[in-house]
């Protein structure tokens, strides 16, 4: 295990009616909320009544700002931090999914500092202040419920970047398996592909003596897959979604990646592929991580191997590791495919290969020119892996 | 998963060096503060001078209180009370094994309110104020660098009693595992017995539905299991004192327990034992747990099945489902004895079992009548408890 610093101060909430809580816990931070939501679903589910309710009862004023589309837009981030300013709101919460929980943390951190929130994600400043946050979750799969990271789209750039920032992680989170009866199964499926997805960034390492977490990893991955079938095919099967929805904070909230180098390459290369397609990040990820993994795992062979046979039960042949790993791969896609997930990018619609040039170029570019640590991938590998995705 | 909060905000600063920045840590909170310790083993390592010379760096004033025993007195925390009261300290910071951080949570707790603190114990009260604790930890197992719990020992009352209290828990851990290097090979097996407690203690649970988190403790039991030889035979393998370290501190900062009802039924029957023979905790538990097992594994069957199967690898034979939990509870004992833990009282050296009797008698009278959760056991069932484990 490298040296290491685990901070996860965000009060998870979890359970039945636990949103009738939301003005106990605002209140303890001031009086005034930027209530930031989606679309209209969490209107017509009665959600935000509800909110609004618990809120007034706790004597706090709310202003509202909806209309977060997934794969969140600058443009609103900006009218957000404006109505924080002019209006002195000093909370913001965020009732949806990882979109608009990163929109809202994109708007704690603009607001409070005199800097062009866009800076943070080109990696020219940090935010020296953030508004508290507060969540309820109404998609699992982001992860952003309980971390410190935040994705946000630049429409004119067309550029899709992070910030992370230990400041940003909410200080409370309420997730009621309940309120994700309603996410439709494309979704629900997307967010259980993104957590994986967010468990393999962390699990694919170059570091050594990493067996603890190895486990915990795991143990996370299987559970995700034990319940996807039921959470996706039984929407209103609590237990199942409370699965989903616990496993999918667990996989994103720092524990899984304590003590080892993270790679993040595929988040990277799939940003690129919804930035210009405009498709579900989980989807995307669908599509692009079994790629990445076909193109490096013969750098440390070792992990792959461990992941095919702990997570996917597959036997080890000594003869031929490669077959275990293959094995393994193949088993993570017919998972995938078991639960509509695209598996290539002409599943999510990309019709043309002319664009992958681009997008790699775009890719290389935006993360400074390579992406990904356990394997350093520059413009041309990311161009192969969008090849062997296509 | 029933209803549940987890809200763990404990920094834990993990890895090589890292007691050196306490200062700057403490620095956060304060100018005074109690350094409080154990014997001289911290003293003649050269630790408490470490940690003296970060503290004074950050221009702290560090007042001393050394001397805690294992099973910590509640004499010594009158003591630190009456310190930091006189002096005005307002942080305390453990350099130690779980007994020196629980009575620094002690101390914590009573030194900002007007009640004995001892009422805390016999849950007469709550502190409506506790200090801010910080920790080095040199003896893993007991979990309480970021638990927030601590047990402490009347020697007058012969009681030895619990009190958990969520601001009891220390607003930063440091975790060096090098630090661990030089505790010996029967403290580094007890602290391991220690922890698989604790996640038994959640995982034997009568609630439904606990999959994901299920499947995390079977994990860290595995890794604890599979890095302990290591740790022990090899003090200075700085990759399992890692894995340990890492693991005790997992096993005990409530995600184990997240969403369900824990037992703790052992850790009660054992503090009896440990409160009349001052015997090492971790070891006590490595005698009654076993016992209590076979006690109380009919009264539901699957979750001893299961731990059997996922955590050591027993084959399920459906004609003789008890056989696999005797096999699972073979393999425990194995693994406890290949660390040389007791398995039973008499290794313990009770060698009279008219004390039986008594101990049963104040265990539950220690905790209202009964003691467990998941299996509810009174007076006759722990005396049947202590007769197994003799």
């Given at each position: 295990m490298d040296n290491d610093i685990f901070y996860n101060p965000t009060k998870v909430i979890f359970g039945r009616n636990t949103e009738l809580l939301v003005g106990d816990e605002v209140a303890k931070y001031g009086?005034?909320?930027?209530?930031h939501y989606g679309g209209g679903s969490a209107e017509r589910s009665g959600l935000l009544d509800r909110v609004r309710k618990s809120l007034k009862a706790s004597d706090i004023t709310v202003y509202e700002l909806g209309g977060v589309k997934s794969n969140p837009r600058l443009e609103l981030v900006y009218e957000g931090i404006a109505m924080c300013r002019s209006n002195g709101i000093g909370f913001v919460l965020a009732v949806g999914g990882g979109s608009v929980i990163d929109s809202a943390k994109a708007i704690a951190c603009g607001t409070p500092n005199s800097d062009d929130v866009w800076d943070y994600f080109l990696e020219e400043k940090t935010a020296k202040a953030i508004l508290p946050i507060g969540t309820i979750l109404t998609i699992p799969g982001a992860g952003s419920e309980s971390s410190d990271g935040m994705v946000i789209t630049n429409e004119k750039t067309r550029q899709k970047l992070a910030y992370s920032d230990l400041g940003a992680r909410p200080v409370f989170s309420i997730l009621n398996p309940e309120l994700t009866f309603s996410v439709p199964a494309y979704h629900t499926a997307a967010g259980i592909s993104d957590a994986i997805a967010h468990i393999m960034e962390r699990y694919f390492?170059?570091?050594?003596?990493?067996d603890v977490v190895d486990r915990m990893c795991e143990s996370v991955m299987r559970g995700l897959m034990r319940n996807a079938k039921a959470a996706i095919t039984q929407p209103e099967d609590y237990n199942a979604r409370a699965e989903i929805m616990w496993a999918c904070k667990v996989a994103h909230d720092g524990l899984l990646g304590m003590g080892r180098e993270e790679d993040w390459g595929s988040h990277a290369i799939e940003h690129e592929v919804s930035a210009v397609f405009d498709v579900s990040h989980g989807a995307g990820l669908s599509a692009i991580f079994p790629a990445w993994i076909k193109y490096v795992y013969k750098n440390k062979p070792q992990r792959f191997i461990q992941w095919a046979m702990r997570v996917f039960d597959v036997e080890y042949d000594v003869t031929d590791p490669d077959w275990t790993v293959m094995q393994g791969l193949k088993r993570y896609l017919g998972f995938l495919k078991s639960i509509n997930m695209p598996t290539s990018l002409r599943d999510l619609g990309v019709t043309d290969k002319s664009v992958l040039d681009e997008m790699a170029h775009k890719c290389a570019e935006d993360n400074g020119g390579t992406v990904g640590h356990f394997a350093v991938l520059k413009e041309s590998d990311i161009r192969n892996i969008y090849e062997l995705a296509y």
């Open positions: 009086d005034k909320v930027l209530l390492t170059k570091t050594e003596h990493t």
